[in-house]
Every structure is written in structure tokens, then in C-alpha cells.
């Protein structure tokens, strides 16, 4: 796996949780109860969806992505899964 970093869009939702979209990557997204919990989220859901797939994008510049109002973007690392989590 040769991209292991990418930038993502974390929007606050309504109930105060936060979505996590990566706009590179189609069908990529998770949340989580807080900032921290969803920026971990993301972590591991983008080293699935690239574990998944062979043909992979390469990264967008952050500067190139829009987001929403109150909407953020940051780079994610993918992170592997523990072994027994």
C-alpha cells in the first residue's frame, strides 16, 4: 500500500456526533462520538477501503477540497487493525 495518507471532511452532525467523508475515496466514511473518536474512525476505515481495492486514487491536495460550514479538513493515516481487536 503506497498512499497512506489522505484528507478527509469532518462535519458536526445534528446530535453533535461527527461524519467523516474522504472525498478521494468513494464510499470511504465513518463518524465518531467526538473530533478525537472520529479522526481514529477514520484512520481505520481508510486502511480497509484501501486494503480493499487495488486501483487507488491518489491524494487530493487539502487545499483543493471544500468542505461545508463548521465542516473541517484534515490528512488521516491509515492505521492497520490490531491483531485480536
Not at 59 to 77: E, H, N, W, Y
Request: with cysteine; charged share 20%; net charge negative.
Amino acid at each position: 500500500m503506497k498512499n497512506l495518507i489522505y484528507p478527509a471532511v469532518f462535519h458536526k452532525d445534528e446530535d453533535g456526533t461527527y461524519t467523516v467523508t474522504f472525498p478521494d475515496l468513494d464510499g470511504c466514511l465513518t463518524y465518531g462520538s467526538t473530533p478525537e473518536e472520529a479522526a481514529l474512525m477514520a484512520g481505520d476505515a481508510l486502511f480497509a477501503w484501501l486494503s480493499a481495492f487495488q486501483d487507488v486514487p491518489a491524494p487530493s491536495d487539502m487545499a483543493d477540497i471544500k468542505s461545508g460550514t463548521g465542516d473541517f479538513v484534515q490528512l488521516v493515516r491509515a492505521s492497520p487493525f490490531e491483531k485480536g481487536t
